[in-house]
Nanobody, 124 residues
Framework: QVQLAESGGGSVQPGRSLRLSCAPS????????IGWVRQAPGKEREGVAC????????VYADSVKGRFSISRDNAKKTVNLQMNSLKPEDTDVYYC?????????????????WGQGTQVTVSS
């Protein structure tokens, strides 16, 4: 069982930034895809971004390209999601998720390990 400890989130005004962090227990292992998935009640689940532990390859949803950035912090052993130019439609619960594979996934439904979720609210 992969442990995923999330931090960050909160409430910001449109145009501002937030940073989410996830400490996956498999950070030091190859062949895992670590991603961020968001979902609000009554909405479709969306895969926001994904990064591989093997080579650091990344992929983003079209809705966040150019605004969000996923990265690994090797010193802190975390996977971070930097969210810039936030919009009200980015309001969701954000989950860190993991899947054992050697390449990233664009699907929000392939992950089989999940964090507890953190709320992001963008409102003026």
């Amino acid at each position: 069982q992969v442990q995923l400890a999330e931090s960050g989130g909160g409430s910001v005004q449109p145009g501002r930034s937030l940073r989410l962090s996830c400490a996956p227990s498999v950070f030091h292992l190859d062949y895992y895809a670590i991603g961020w998935v968001r979902q609000a009640p009554g909405k479709e689940r969306e895969g926001v971004a994904c990064i591989t532990t093997t080579d650091g390859s990344t992929v983003y949803a079209d809705s966040v390209k150019g605004r969000f950035s996923i990265s690994r912090d090797n010193a802190k052993k975390t996977v971070n999601l930097q969210m810039n130019s936030l919009k009200p439609e980015d309001t969701d619960v954000y989950y860190c998720a993991a899947l054992r594979r050697d390449h990233y996934t664009t699907s929000a439904y392939e992950y089989d390990n999940w964090g507890q979720g953190t709320q992001v609210t963008v409102s003026s």
